[in-house]
């Protein structure tokens, strides 16, 4: 499942300056940069600016005080809803219609993910793979920042077999979250 069109453009309204905020915070952009300069950085930049959201809590609030007035704009609990999310390495299981499954492997916690304009499988070159990427709830989903590291660790279908019992038992059990 994607966002829908309206809730895909209301996510990068929210989202994108958020990472520019970061960009410059960090000196990943220099001061003076514009927006414009953030969609021209590499996806390298734009992957080390989301790092320092979810790396450096103070990034969150000095954008809140800066941009009080823009974020009265726009959706008023988006960046209390990137607080609550997490950067971690998970594993990308699996692709239904409806959603991603991701594995935290650390905790065996399993995930229902919301892409936000093309399926998951369209970004990776296999499943299940591995990679670092940031979820935190958007409208009510849970969804992915669409910003990976990694994907290039495939698993192997004995761990895969394993991933997935869990992924069963999880949901026989009512562990899979689907928001935070």
Same mark, same amino acid.
């Given at each position: 499942?994607?966002? @829908?069109? =309206? +809730?895909?453009?209301?996510?990068? $309204?929210?989202?994108?300056?958020?990472?520019?905020?970061?960009?410059? #915070? /960090?000196?990943?952009?220099?001061?003076?940069?514009?927006?414009?300069?953030?969609?021209?950085? @590499?996806? =390298? +930049?734009?992957?080390?600016?989301? $790092?320092?959201?979810?790396?450096?809590?103070?990034?969150?609030?000095? #954008? /809140?005080?800066?941009?009080?007035?823009?974020?009265?704009?726009?959706?008023?609990?988006?960046?209390?809803?990137?607080?609550?999310?997490?950067?971690?390495?998970?594993?990308?299981?699996?692709?239904?219609?409806?959603?991603?499954?991701?594995?935290?492997?650390?905790?065996?916690?399993?995930?229902?993910?919301?892409?936000?304009?093309?399926?998951?499988?369209?970004?990776?070159?296999?499943?299940?793979?591995?990679?670092?990427?940031?979820?935190?709830?958007?409208?009510?989903?849970?969804?992915?920042?669409?910003?990976?590291?990694?994907?290039?660790?495939?698993?192997?279908?004995?761990?895969?077999?394993?991933?997935?019992?869990?992924?069963?038992?999880?949901?026989?059990?009512?562990?899979?979250?689907?928001?935070?």
């Amino acid at each position: 499942m994607l966002l @829908s069109t =309206e +809730e895909s453009k209301s996510f990068f $309204d929210n989202y994108i300056p958020l990472l520019f905020y970061a960009a410059i #915070y /960090e000196g990943i952009l220099p001061e003076g940069s514009s927006l414009n300069d953030f969609y021209e950085a @590499s996806v =390298e +930049e734009k992957v080390a600016s989301r $790092d320092v959201i979810f790396n450096n809590a103070e990034v969150i609030s000095s #954008y /809140e005080k800066d941009n009080a007035l823009f974020l009265k704009t726009k959706q008023p609990d988006f960046t209390d809803e990137v607080r609550k999310g997490f950067l971690k390495t998970f594993v990308v299981l699996k692709q239904t219609k409806s959603f991603s499954v991701f594995m935290e492997p650390e905790q065996n916690a399993f995930y229902h993910i919301t892409a936000i304009t093309e399926p998951i499988e369209t970004k990776l070159n296999y499943i299940p793979v591995l990679v670092e990427t940031a979820i935190f709830n958007f409208h009510n989903k849970l969804v992915y920042d669409g910003l990976f590291k990694g994907g290039n660790m495939q698993i192997g279908s004995n761990y895969k077999k394993q991933f997935l019992e869990d992924y069963h038992e999880a949901l026989k059990n009512h562990q899979v979250k689907e928001l935070l």
